[in-house]
């Protein structure tokens, strides 16, 4: 044998005695298995047939964990056991696991074989690092993906970009930046959740795709779910099902910072009902607590000024009966003066970093500790819950604001360990507090809350995410679409924006909302927040109010009027849709790839999006356009929805826009129902609902309908009518209602209009249609 033969000989036995000794270092558990290898102990386990964890801690190091983030136990999972060249092998009946026990290489392939993901070799590093005097970690996870293979997720960011492939990111949340460790495939129909909540870095490049966290393991969660309604799907199951938010909650919400008194908020009320403009809740934005010897020491004391609120319980009760709702802030800092600080100051329940206001000496409380969330509670509850009987939450600054930052901030003592090493999942811990006290409470009042940050898990708390503090320009109007797209990939399905911008004082040197520059702009994002989860205007500096840009008649006033009574005639719609989103892990704001994954000029499109499952919707979002360019995805025919002209998929149009419509497009196929045009959600019955039907295709819809608020929707008390359309046969039919609930309609009519070009205009009732006296038993309907 020559010398090299027998280098070669001994290099083969020696890899081979590795191989067996890795094997017989392997124990197979119920759904996985355990091993030791390059320094690590790994525990890989399936969570069911479609989820599997891995689980990474240094060699004689455990780490006894339990997840802030996931809810789901391990289910009842089958999994064979296999050998392939040297590796284990899992599979379940979905997924297939390779387990290299030499290299401790991971790669996910489904059953069949197709490769999805793999861990880049030695892609495990732990790097020793003191943590504000604990032993602790640098953690780094890393992927190989292919080289075209686009994804999303990893949080709101204001870049203006939607594929995040190619891009760096300090995972820090922050105003205006909300991250979580997260992204998805929707090519290959997978996504990862990396479990960890510390300030962290996301980097992609072109050799590898990899999370960098502090802690003391690595931790995470591959989901299939074939496509991204799948994966949305595999992310509420094992982080949390979003809930029902009340009907009231989809109407048009009113703010400003701030209303100085309750009579200044109550009158903006009036006002609205005067002008018989549709709106739903008034907020009351902050420094509504005494201001104690003119300082802000008494800063989100959860009590009302005696002078600018001497009767809050009335100013309440006047709001519910003009048929509104009242939504209050509240912050997570407390000032000195506040009875909240001294107890929780005493319990060591405060982390000692200035929060907003600056110099004001208000301090954040400490979220991460159950007991803590019970005392916020407790005093929230007793000052403003029980007291007013107000209807939402806006929980500002849940990130939370960091005034004079230090580093060694971080290194500040929370329940659950450094600051640093669990900040990003403040807004989590905070929205839980709440949510679970008030659910615990009060089962008549669905849990509504706004708030300035998010993680993944949120959306189990009926949080909607708002996008900060963001500037009243063109440009951030233009960056909040994808922002919210790759947000609402990670199973967040709520979300919304300041609409117009929250910093405006550069519109007042021309007027304000007089200024016409500044009039277009509002009425761009009107329109863009007609078709959020959330329709609400907000800021600072230029006064939003709708009187304020004019009268009725001016184009301004009627452009926006245009749009509130459009969201509210899509009332059935979007409810509907709510239902779909609790119930069958939908989503609201849908990114053209959701959809038409086969089309591949979708991967790149983050400036329009599917509201529901049938409005396209292609924001304005330049000044001065006459006509702006929609992309139309392939596989359908699309209608216009203004004048119903009928297009066809697979081709970018330029639609002739004025200043009071942005394009919007009906899939072929859809059933859309219309409301009646109504002052508040719940002004009028759907007991004449115009069911509009768009042809070119087979169409499903599904109609829910509740007690518009409460809890009992859990328990199974609703109703649901399907509606199918068959295009070759022209034929609606109306199944059979299903369920019921208290004041549910018994009887009811519905006006059936098969859309065509001289059918009307789509914000008007629509000409012509045929009307079908629904008792809750089967109907038929051919045109």
């Known amino acids: 044998m020559s010398f090299m033969k027998r280098i070669s000989f001994v290099l083969t036995c020696a890899t081979l005695l590795a191989n067996l000794c890795a094997a017989q270092n392997t124990e197979r558990t119920s759904q996985g298995i355990k091993c030791t290898t390059q320094g690590m102990d790994i525990r890989v386990e399936f969570y069911s047939p479609s989820i599997v964890r891995v689980y990474k801690t240094p060699v004689g190091k455990p780490f006894d964990k339990e997840s802030l983030v996931v809810v789901k136990a391990p289910e009842t999972t089958e999994v064979n056991f296999s050998e392939q060249s040297g590796e284990t092998v899992l599979t379940s009946s979905i997924l297939k696991v390779l387990v290299n026990p030499t290299t401790e290489s991971i790669c996910f392939r489904t059953a069949d074989g197709k490769e999805l993901l793999k861990e880049k070799k030695d892609g495990t590093v732990f790097t020793e690092k003191d943590d504000a005097g604990t032993p602790s970690y640098e953690i780094r996870e890393a992927f190989l993906l292919e080289k075209e293979e686009p994804v999303y997720g990893v949080g709101q960011v204001m870049d203006g970009k939607f594929n995040r492939r190619n891009s760096v990111h300090r995972m820090q949340n922050e105003n205006m930046f909300t991250y979580s460790p997260y992204f998805m495939s929707p090519s290959k129909g997978y996504a990862v959740y990396w479990d960890n909540y510390s300030i962290s870095r996301f980097s992609d490049t072109p050799e590898e ?124 800092g407390f000032g000195t003066h506040t009875e909240q600080r001294k107890e929780l100051d005493a319990k060591g329940m405060i982390i000692n970093f200035d929060t907003w206001p600056p110099k004001s000496g208000a301090r954040p409380y400490d979220a991460y500790n159950p007991e803590a969330r019970d005392i916020y509670w407790k005093y929230l509850n007793k000052g403003i819950f029980s007291y007013i009987g107000n209807d939402g939450w806006w929980l500002d600054s849940t990130e939370p604001d960091h005034i004079d930052r230090k580093e060694s901030d971080y290194d500040l003592p929370t329940h659950l360990g450094s600051y640093r090493s669990v900040k990003n999942a403040y807004s989590l811990m905070h929205n839980s507090g709440i949510a679970s006290h008030q659910k615990a409470q009060n089962k008549d009042k669905r849990v509504v809350l706004l708030t300035r940050s998010g993680f993944i898990g949120q959306q189990r708390y009926g949080s909607n995410t708002w996008s900060g503090d963001v500037m009243s320009t063109w440009e951030m109007l233009e960056k909040q679409i994808p922002a919210a797209l790759n947000y609402t990939l990670m199973g967040i399905p709520n979300w919304n924006s300041d609409i117009g911008g929250f910093f405006a004082n550069h519109w007042n040197e021309g007027g304000g909302a007089r200024n016409p520059r500044f009039q277009e702009l509002y009425v761009r994002w009107m329109q863009f927040g007609t078709f959020c989860p959330m329709m609400r205007s907000h800021g600072t500096e230029v006064p939003r109010e709708i009187w304020n840009f004019g009268e009725r008649g001016d184009w301004c006033f009627d452009a926006q009027e245009r749009m509130i009574n459009l969201r509210y005639r899509l009332l059935p719609y979007i409810y509907s849709t709510s239902w779909d989103v609790s119930h069958n892990d939908g989503t609201f704001m849908r990114p053209l790839l959701m959809d038409f994954t086969a089309d591949k000029k979708s991967y790149e499109t983050g400036n329009e999006f599917l509201f529901g499952r049938s409005l396209l919707v292609a924001p304005v979002t330049q000044p001065e356009m006459t006509e702006w360019p929609v992309y139309l995805p392939e596989g359908t025919d699309w209608w216009d929805f203004w004048s119903n002209e009928q297009q066809q998929g697979g081709q970018t149009v330029k639609r002739s826009v004025t200043k009071d419509i942005l394009p919007v497009y009906v899939k072929a196929g859809s059933i859309l129902p219309f409301g009646p045009q109504v002052q508040y959600s719940t002004e009028k019955n759907w007991d004449n609902l115009e069911i509009r039907i768009y042809p070119g295709a087979d169409g499903t819809f599904i109609l829910y309908e509740d007690e518009n608020d409460n809890y009992n929707y859990e328990k199974g008390v609703y109703s649901t009518i399907r509606f199918h359309w068959d295009d070759k046969a022209r034929r609606l039919t109306i199944n059979a209602r299903e369920g019921s609930f208290p004041g549910m309609l018994d009887k009811r009519k519905f006006k059936v209009v098969l859309v065509n070009q001289t059918s009307g205009t789509g914000d008007k009732p629509m000409e012509g249609g045929k009307t079908v006296n629904y008792a809750g038993k089967k109907k038929s309907i051919k045109f």
């Open 209 to 332: 795709l990899a999370f960098h966290s502090l802690g003391h393991c690595a931790d995470y969660y591959f989901m299939y779910g074939e496509n991204p309604d799948g994966i949305i799907a595999q992310v509420r199951d094992l982080t949390g099902h979003a809930p029902m938010l009340p009907l009231w909650a989809y109407g048009f919400f009113q703010s400003k910072e701030r209303y100085h008194t309750q009579e200044e908020n109550l009158n903006v009320l009036k006002k609205y009902r005067e002008l018989q403009v549709p709106i739903d809740c008034m907020i009351q934005d902050w420094r509504y607590w005494p201001e104690y010897q003119h300082t802000d020491s008494a800063w989100n004391s959860h009590s009302f000024d005696p002078e600018r609120f001497p009767n809050p319980k009335k100013w309440a009760d006047e709001i519910h009966k003009l048929n509104a709702k009242l939504m209050i802030v509240a912050w997570p």
